[in-house]
């Protein structure tokens, strides 16, 4: 009963995880006139949000061994909620980037957490459906928000929704403290951990997946709109529809690859995911319509369970005294790789053409495809 108790809550937290993280897309338009601040300036909080988030994943396996589990998530979901209540009363533009600071922090280190808490004590079902409902969160963000605007309540009532259901999560968080204390896989000392993890090539090439992972899922997000009304002659309107559809292929092939993850290995899933990804890519690249569909649905199907399969794949690969360490590791690569890789895609397509985009995620692909091949060989 208690396993079932917290595994809801674990889906739950996963849902609030997702619900800020696609909110700022819809709510800046309104945000930017308030703040009175150029378009570009959306960056700004992404990139702070996403470097500190990347920080906090980077010590949370370390503290994970002082405090445990159930105190991380509880301290963290109250510094994002306090966050976005931060964003939504903020009357000054600095404020709204000194609140990225502990909404990054909290984010950082919840998405360590529950990966960690799950990849030691369920099955690669529940990781898959983990990230599923990342995708559910993220889903229900944007709508949040845009009721909200819609019902000339402004962004700022959208934000206090989505930071009241963080403060839910949170309490909840605080009451099943000792529920979470007796799952925990206590582990050993932490300082030698941190040289073990670093003197280990194989676990720069497992940190190194998840960098290359997120740049190619987060790169065709945000620029594969651009590409196809810009160069492919397709209307906003079905250029919208498909990139909706890829969000929606990779959130139900998590689901889906959940329902199947006890018949197949994880490594299964990283392979077969690697291979259709790069198919995926490739007929992206042909700048047809029914290709480019075609190749944007099988892409985001494909990449579904990868992160889960990559994520779930660690205790196997690792001992237990270095697994937390290193999921914080990846964690944090993943975030770094979703600040540099699609910014950087952005700025060499502005000094040559936006139809490099496929070429640079093959790349990316074909250096996932290798580095799995020697992290299974090593």
């Given at each position: 009963m208690r396993r079932i108790l917290i595994l809801i809550i674990i889906y739950v937290g996963f849902v609030s995880l997702g619900l800020p993280d696609s909110i700022l897309g819809v709510a800046w338009a309104d945000m930017r006139h308030f703040f009175s601040q150029p378009i570009s300036s959306a960056g700004i909080l992404v990139l702070i949000t996403t470097l500190v988030t990347a920080f906090s994943s980077?010590?949370?396996?370390?503290?994970?061994?002082?405090?445990?589990?159930?105190?991380?998530?509880?301290?963290?979901?109250?510094?994002?909620a306090s966050a976005l209540l931060g964003y939504a009363l903020s009357p000054y533009w600095l404020y709204l980037l000194f609140f990225s600071l502990p909404l990054g922090l909290g984010a950082g280190a919840i998405d360590s957490a529950l990966n960690h808490y799950v990849a030691m004590n369920y099955s690669s079902r529940h990781m898959n459906w983990l990230h599923g409902f990342w995708g559910v969160g993220a889903t229900l963000g944007p709508i949040i928000?845009?009721?909200?605007?819609?019902?000339?309540?402004?962004?700022?009532?959208?934000?206090?929704?989505i930071s009241i259901i963080q403060f839910i999560l949170a309490f909840v968080f605080l009451f099943t403290l000792k529920q979470w204390e007796n799952g925990e896989h206590h582990l050993t000392v932490a300082k030698p951990q941190f040289v073990n993890v670093l003197n280990d090539p194989k676990a720069w090439l497992s940190?190194?997946?998840?960098?290359?992972?997120?740049?190619?899922?987060?790169?065709?997000?945000?620029?594969?709109?651009?590409?196809?009304?810009?160069?492919?002659?397709?209307?906003?309107?079905?250029?919208?529809?498909?990139?909706?559809?890829?969000?929606?292929?990779?959130?139900?092939?998590?689901?889906?690859?959940?329902?199947?993850?006890?018949?197949?290995?994880?490594?299964?899933?990283?392979?077969?995911g690697l291979a259709g990804a790069l198919v995926?890519?490739?007929?992206?690249?042909?700048?047809?319509?029914?290709?480019?569909?075609?190749?944007?649905?099988?892409?985001?199907?494909?990449?579904?369970?990868?992160?889960?399969s990559m994520m779930h794949e660690t205790p196997n690969r690792f001992d237990k005294d270095k697994t937390s360490v290193l999921i914080g590791y990846q964690v944090g690569a993943a975030s770094v790789g979703i600040a540099i890789l699609p910014a950087l895609i952005g700025l060499v397509a502005a000094y040559t053409t936006l139809e490099i985009l496929p070429f640079v995620l093959l790349g990316f692909l074909i250096t996932m495809i290798i580095m799995n091949y020697l992290l299974n060989r090593i």
């Open positions: 980077f010590l949370s396996g370390h503290i994970i061994h002082r405090v445990g589990t159930g105190v991380i998530l509880t301290v963290s979901s109250f510094l994002t928000m845009t009721w909200a605007i819609a019902a000339n309540k402004g962004w700022q009532s959208g934000y206090i929704t940190v190194l997946m998840f960098f290359f992972y997120t740049g190619v899922e987060v790169s065709i997000g945000l620029w594969a709109f651009s590409l196809f009304v810009e160069y492919q002659g397709i209307a906003k309107e079905t250029a919208g529809i498909w990139v909706a559809m890829y969000w929606g292929a990779l959130t139900l092939g998590r689901f889906l690859t959940g329902i199947l993850a006890n018949s197949f290995s994880n490594r299964f899933f990283v392979n077969l995926g890519v490739a007929m992206i690249s042909f700048s047809t319509h029914i290709t480019s569909f075609l190749g944007l649905v099988i892409t985001g199907f494909s990449l579904a369970p990868l992160y889960p």
